[in-house]
């Protein structure tokens, strides 16, 4: 999505390609610095996180201001799909990743903390801090919750493959049937 709203500057007529945001209330959007409108590409990731409720963006990155440029047009382009004027709030006081391959795990623990424990703890009446100021990320650890988290869905995905599904045949092929 938000590549789509970077490379696109017609944001309306990508109205019917993203999710209807009518009842929604927050929007998290990870922002990789990618320019090229084809292939792949970019190396950093943060995060922005649109509160439609309040019209205000948060945009947290673990290399600052690595994406500021980027989360800026995300926040102009994605108030121009929601009718809304949004503020953007560039949040310098993020805790900074030590290397250069930890944008990703941030993104992933930024979201985690800010959905889990403030955004759902709080009740709608509540104002809410979203700064992440004196927080620090263990990166280490949010490496092995998230090898824990892909363990967990393998040995689901094993499971599942070993119960009885609908495609098994007399055949032992671990191919899925193919569409004729």
């Excluded at 801090?129 to 263990?138: C, E, I, K, L, Q």
């Amino acid at each position: 999505m938000s590549q789509m709203l970077k490379i696109i500057p017609d944001t309306a007529s990508l109205k019917g390609n993203l999710p209807d945001f009518t009842e929604t209330t927050h929007i998290f959007v990870p922002i990789n610095d990618r320019v090229a409108e084809i292939g792949e590409g970019g190396s950093h990731w943060s995060l922005l996180v649109v509160s439609i409720i309040d019209g205000v963006a948060f945009h947290y990155d673990s290399l600052y201001p690595s994406n500021s440029h980027d989360a800026t047009l995300l926040t102009k382009r994605i108030g121009t799909l929601i009718g809304k004027d949004l503020k953007f709030v560039d949040l310098d006081d993020s805790p900074q990743q030590e290397n250069g391959s930890d944008c990703g795990l941030f993104v992933c623990i930024h979201m985690k903390h800010l959905l889990l424990r403030r955004l759902l703890k709080a009740g709608s009446s509540q104002q809410i801090n979203m700064s992440m100021a004196g927080r620090t990320v263990d990166a280490a650890a949010g490496r092995k919750e998230m090898m824990h988290i892909i363990e967990e869905y393998r040995k689901e995905g094993e499971r599942r493959s070993r119960s009885h599904s609908p495609f098994s045949h007399s055949t032992n092929s671990k191919n899925p049937p193919k569409i004729e």
